[in-house]
C-alpha cells in the first residue's frame, strides 16, 4: 500500500522534463500549503528527470501562495555529471509560477558514511513524556491546520508553552516527528520535514501563519529508519522577517538534513 506522502507528491510526466500534478489540500496551513510539502513535490520531479536519486541542497524562492488542485512542475536540467546534476525548477498555477528553485542531486549511498559534527542532537524526553495534538487546548485544536494530521508530532514541553498559551520566550521549538502510515524517513520526505515544525515565533508569542520567502535545504545522509527529531530556532528578528535554522536527526543520532529559511514575521490579530 503506498503511504499518503508518496500519493500526495506524485506527479505524472506530460512532456520532455514537465509533469503534472494535483496538490493535495491535507497540505494547507495559514494561507496556503506548505512550503515542505512544496519543496518535495518539486523534488520528486527533478528525481525524475536526474540521472542521480538524490537531493543533496535545493534553494527555493516562494512567489506566491500555492493552492491545493492541478499544478505544473517544469524541470531544466543545467548541468549533469557523473556524481551531480543541477536542475532549474518551479511549480506553475493557473499560469503564474508559485516558486522556483534551484536543485543539485547525487547519489547519497556513493557518498562517504561519515557524517560528522559539533552540533549537538536535541535532548528530547522519551516521547511518552512529549506532548501531542491532543493535550491542547480544544481551541486550539479545532483550529489545528489540515497540515498537523498528516504526521505525528511530539512537542518538548519545554518548547511547547505557546500550545497552552504559555509562550516561554526562548525561540526553540522542538519536537519528535514521523510521517502518517508509518513511512520510513527518505531524502524527499527530509525535505518535507524541515519545514514541518509551527514558526518558532510561536515561543515568542507571535502567533499566526508565517510565510516563507526563501528556504535552503541540505540533505547529508540517508536517514535511518524510525522517529526524527527536528529541532527550529532563531536568533534575529528584524525588519517583520525572521530566519529559522532548522536540523533534522535521525533515529541513529545523526545529523541528516540542516535548512536555513528567512520569513516573514506573523501578523498581530486585530
Known amino acids: 500500500m503506498t503511504a499518503e506522502f508518496d500519493r500526495?507528491?506524485?506527479v505524472t510526466p506530460t512532456g520532455?522534463?514537465?509533469y503534472a500534478a494535483d496538490l493535495r489540500p491535507g497540505w494547507v496551513v495559514g494561507g496556503g500549503l506548505n512550503g515542505g510539502y512544496l519543496l518535495a513535490t518539486l523534488a520528486h520531479a527533478?528525481?525524475?528527470s536526474s540521472m542521480h536519486p538524490d537531493p543533496l541542497t535545493v534553494s527555493v524562492y516562494y512567489l506566491a501562495a500555492s493552492t491545493p488542485g492541478p499544478a505544473t512542475v517544469?524541470?531544466?536540467?543545467?548541468?549533469?555529471?557523473?556524481?551531480?546534476?543541477t536542475f532549474?525548477?518551479?511549480i506553475v498555477q493557473d499560469?503564474?509560477?508559485r516558486l522556483t528553485a534551484l536543485a543539485t542531486f547525487g547519489d547519497?549511498?556513493?557518498?562517504p558514511d561519515d557524517v560528522e559534527t559539533s552540533a549537538t542532537?536535541?535532548?528530547l524526553p522519551p516521547r511518552e513524556d512529549c506532548w501531542g495534538l491532543a493535550l491542547a487546548p480544544k481551541e486550539h485544536r479545532a483550529a489545528a491546520p489540515p497540515l498537523q494530521s498528516r504526521f505525528t508530532m511530539l512537542f518538548d514541553p519545554a518548547s511547547a508553552g505557546w500550545a497552552v498559551g504559555r509562550p516561554g520566550g526562548r525561540p526553540v521549538i522542538q519536537a519528535w516527528f514521523r510521517l502518517n502510515d508509518d513511512r520510513e524517513p527518505d531524502p524527499l520526505s527530509l525535505l518535507q520535514a524541515v519545514d514541518a515544525l509551527p514558526p518558532v515565533t510561536f515561543e515568542l508569542g507571535r502567533m499566526g501563519w508565517a510565510p516563507t520567502l526563501e528556504l535552503t535545504a541540505h540533505v547529508r545522509a540517508r536517514p535511518a529508519p524510525g522517529w526524527l527529531k527536528i529541532r527550529h530556532e532563531t536568533r534575529n528578528l528584524a525588519g517583520g522577517m525572521f530566519e529559522e535554522d532548522c536540523e533534522v536527526w535521525d533515529s541513529a543520532g545523526r545529523l541528516v538534513a540542516q535548512s536555513r529559511q528567512l520569513a516573514r514575521q506573523p501578523r498581530p490579530t486585530r
Open 8 to 10: 500526495d507528491i506524485a
Open 16 to 18: 520532455e522534463q514537465e
Open 46 to 48: 527533478v528525481r525524475r
Open 74 to 85: 517544469a524541470t531544466r536540467r543545467l548541468r549533469e555529471g557523473g556524481t551531480l546534476s
Open 88 to 90: 532549474a525548477a518551479e
Open 95 to 97: 499560469g503564474t509560477p
Open 108 to 111: 547519497l549511498d556513493g557518498l
Open 121 to 123: 542532537e536535541p535532548d
